[in-house]
């Protein structure tokens, strides 16, 4: 029975999860980007964008059947409730948990959250948590902080270091983190966080994609035209992009699990306990007052016995 490794994906709204997620499965399917090309590209995740070609003629690209999981509106999650999707490779399969982007808004992002853990209650360890990053996100100090500090709420603190940061559209920054990586290292240092403080620990815990591939495979699957250049450019992200994924699944491989279920159902238990323990010190305080006037009646109720016990003296003395 193959060993089963189960990852959670996260990241900002439009980062591109969606078609990360699509190409992996992909790369995990063909073995060269000629391959792909000639064949139909395999579809986790319904996918749709407008292409624009070099005449100036827009188009829209579709790929796989409509999913109502999947909203396809502009500056908003696509993704409406985690979901899992399997990966088989030879001697291991990697769950791959799709979740709602992050940094809708506040209310959002909270009752996400809360679906995540539901999600995640389902499988007994979680093995990696792979974050998606642009590679020139400005506004990373936000959602990376509230992603950070509800992962630390309801998970050990141990499993924070089996996350890895998973840069996207790295074609344009020579395949590296670019300017994200400052932001990001100040960051975790502010959070305590040591996961790239070493040269050993900062190419274990990151990895470079372009997924542009993908978008050519969408594009031939459309019939539309993709020039024999674009094919030699998109082929090259192709093979750095597998390269990476297949860098990342080693890692991962290699990672300790992370009893996830009872973690999430202790601490789910202590919120629980927070949550009660005001009701709880209200009963009380009322209850010690009901109490306190139970005493006091029944004080007033002995004063009134001795009253008229003392009157009934009184009367048997006259007669």
Same mark, same amino acid.
């Given at each position: 029975?193959?060993?089963?490794?189960?990852?959670?994906?996260?990241?900002?709204?439009?980062?591109? @999860? +969606?078609?990360? &997620?699509?190409? &992996?499965?992909?790369?995990?399917?063909?073995?060269?980007?000629?391959?792909?090309?000639?064949?139909?590209? @395999?579809?986790?995740?319904?996918?749709? !964008?407008?292409?624009?070609?070099?005449?100036?003629?827009?188009?829209?690209?579709?790929?796989?059947?409509?999913?109502?999981?999947?909203?396809?509106?502009?500056?908003?999650?696509?993704?409406?409730?985690?979901?899992?999707?399997?990966?088989?490779?030879?001697?291991?399969?990697?769950?791959?948990?799709?979740?709602?982007?992050?940094?809708?808004?506040?209310?959002?992002?909270?009752?996400?959250?809360?679906?995540?853990?539901?999600?995640?209650?389902?499988?007994?360890?979680?093995?990696?948590?792979?974050?998606?990053?642009?590679?020139?996100?400005?506004?990373?100090?936000?959602? !990376? @902080?509230?992603?950070?500090?509800?992962?630390?709420?309801?998970?050990?603190?141990?499993?924070? #270091?089996?996350?890895? !940061?998973?840069?996207?559209?790295?074609?344009?920054?020579?395949?590296?983190?670019?300017?994200?990586?400052?932001?990001?290292?100040?960051?975790?240092?502010?959070?305590?966080?040591?996961?790239?403080?070493?040269?050993?620990?900062?190419? #274990?815990? +990151?990895?470079?994609?372009?997924? %542009?591939?993908?978008?050519?495979?969408?594009?031939?699957?459309?019939?539309?035209?993709?020039?024999?250049? %674009?094919?030699?450019? !998109?082929?090259?992200?192709?093979?750095?992009?597998?390269?990476?994924?297949?860098?990342?699944?080693?890692?991962?491989?290699?990672?300790?699990?992370?009893?996830?279920?009872?973690?999430?159902?202790?601490?789910?238990?202590?919120?629980?306990?927070?949550?009660?323990?005001?009701?709880?010190?209200?009963?009380? $305080?009322?209850?010690?007052?009901?109490?306190?006037?139970?005493?006091?009646? $029944?004080?007033?109720?002995?004063?009134?016995?001795?009253?008229? %016990?003392?009157?009934?003296?009184?009367?048997?003395?006259?007669?």
């Amino acid at each position: 029975m193959k060993k089963e490794y189960t990852v959670l994906i996260l990241g900002e709204t439009g980062v591109g @999860k +969606t078609t990360w &997620i699509n190409s &992996i499965r992909n790369y995990v399917e063909y073995e060269t980007f000629q391959e792909a090309i000639s064949k139909e590209p @395999k579809i986790l995740i319904p996918a749709r !964008f407008n292409h624009t070609s070099r005449t100036g003629v827009t188009r829209e690209v579709r790929l796989g059947e409509p999913d109502p999981n999947e909203r396809q509106e502009t500056g908003k999650s696509g993704t409406k409730g985690p979901r899992s999707y399997i990966l088989e490779r030879k001697d291991y399969i990697i769950n791959l948990i799709d979740s709602p982007g992050i940094g809708d808004t506040e209310l959002q992002d909270t009752a996400n959250m809360k679906a995540i853990l539901s999600h995640l209650i389902e499988y007994e360890e979680l093995h990696a948590i792979c974050i998606l990053l642009k590679p020139d996100d400005c506004r990373l100090t936000t959602w !990376f @902080k509230y992603c950070i500090k509800e992962l630390l709420h309801h998970l050990h603190k141990d499993a924070i #270091r089996n996350i890895k !940061f998973c840069f996207t559209r790295t074609r344009a920054t020579n395949y590296g983190p670019g300017s994200t990586l400052p932001i990001l290292t100040q960051l975790l240092e502010s959070l305590d966080m040591d996961l790239l403080k070493t040269t050993d620990s900062f190419q #274990r815990n +990151t990895f470079y994609f372009d997924n %542009e591939a993908f978008i050519c495979l969408a594009l031939k699957n459309n019939d539309i035209e993709v020039t024999k250049w %674009e094919e030699k450019s !998109f082929g090259i992200s192709w093979d750095r992009s597998v390269e990476e994924t297949n860098r990342l699944f080693e890692e991962i491989t290699k990672l300790s699990g992370h009893s996830t279920s009872r973690t999430i159902s202790l601490n789910r238990a202590r919120d629980v306990v927070v949550k009660i323990s005001k009701p709880l010190a209200l009963i009380t $305080k009322t209850m010690g007052m009901t109490l306190d006037h139970l005493h006091s009646l $029944k004080e007033k109720a002995q004063k009134l016995d001795l009253k008229k %016990e003392k009157s009934t003296d009184c009367d048997s003395a006259l007669i």
